[in-house]
């Protein structure tokens, strides 16, 4: 679902993006996201802690910056075990395999959104980073 894979990795990085999107836009849960936590439930997979009360009472801005703050961390992490730097991130061209496989790396582990990895590695638009994802 939502472009991550059905496995537990997986689905552990959508049960995190789902809680922070309904703790952060103020909302109940669609159909859709409904199903998505019954088919982990069913799959076997923990749901206990799908609203995490560390959540209650944050702000939206301090939830955004968490999860950011979180995300550049993992975004460290994978550069740093496939053995690349920062200042490689900048050397054309955008679409190098070894960028694309990190994007998927921590996409898929961590549940980092395609706009702020667009942002964070220089792809110019999240549009094009997708384009590389669907292509490779």
């Avoid at 799959?43 to 799908?50: D, L, P």
Wanted: proline share 4%; charged share 30%.
């Amino acid at each position: 679902m939502h472009g991550l894979r059905d496995d537990s990795p997986g689905w552990d990085a959508y049960e995190e993006r789902l809680r922070f999107v309904l703790a952060t836009e103020d909302r109940p849960a669609t159909d859709e996201e409904l199903f998505g936590l019954v088919r982990k439930e069913k799959a076997g997979r923990r749901t206990e802690e799908a609203f995490s009360p560390a959540l209650a009472g944050k702000s939206r801005e301090l939830l955004l910056a968490e999860e950011h703050a979180r995300w550049e961390q993992a975004f460290l992490a994978g550069l740093s075990s496939i053995g690349q730097t920062e200042e490689q991130l900048s050397v054309p061209p955008k679409a190098q395999a070894w960028k694309v496989a990190l994007v998927r790396q921590v996409r898929d582990a961590h549940g980092i959104s395609t706009s702020w990895l667009a942002r964070r590695m220089g792809f110019g638009s999240p549009s094009y980073l997708r384009k590389l994802l669907c292509s490779n």
